[in-house]
Nanobody, 127 residues
Framework: QVRLVESGGGLVKAGDSLRLSCSAS????????AGWFRQAPGKEREFVAT????????AYADSVKGRFTISRDNAENEVYLQMNSLKPEDTAVYYC????????????????????WGQGTQVTVSS
């Protein structure tokens, strides 16, 4: 069983940056593909970014490509989401997710494929 806890959310202005962290406990994340998703009020939870357990493969939603960067530190059992040039439309609750993977370069962009989720952290971007 993997327990995920997100942190780093907050209230920022458009153009600012934030770095979200996802800390894992219970098991090492080193063999888990990880992802970030977000959910705005009244909307479906949507994919943001994903990273293979090796860190060698990543994928991003078109809406954040070039502005957000996902990374991980398996020694620290953490996954990060660096968010730059934030826009008001980035406002949402951001969730970390993980799923065991035997494949070094596997990434997952579909929320239904993930077994483990954090409780979320709120990101609010004012204009």
């Amino acid at each position: 069983q993997v327990r995920l806890v997100e942190s780093g959310g907050g209230l920022v202005k458009a153009g600012d940056s934030l770095r979200l962290s996802c800390s894992a406990s219970g098991r090492t994340l080193s063999r888990y593909v990880a992802g970030w998703f977000r959910q705005a009020p009244g909307k479906e939870r949507e994919f943001v970014a994903t990273i293979s357990w090796s860190g060698g493969n990543t994928a991003y939603a078109d809406s954040v490509k070039g502005r957000f960067t996902i990374s991980r530190d398996n020694a620290e059992n953490e996954v990060y989401l660096q968010m730059n040039s934030l826009k008001p439309e980035d406002t949402a609750v951001y969730y970390c997710a993980a799923d065991p993977s035997p494949n070094t370069f596997r990434v997952l962009t579909t929320k239904d494929m993930y077994d483990y989720w954090g409780q979320g952290t709120q990101v609010t971007v004012s204009s």
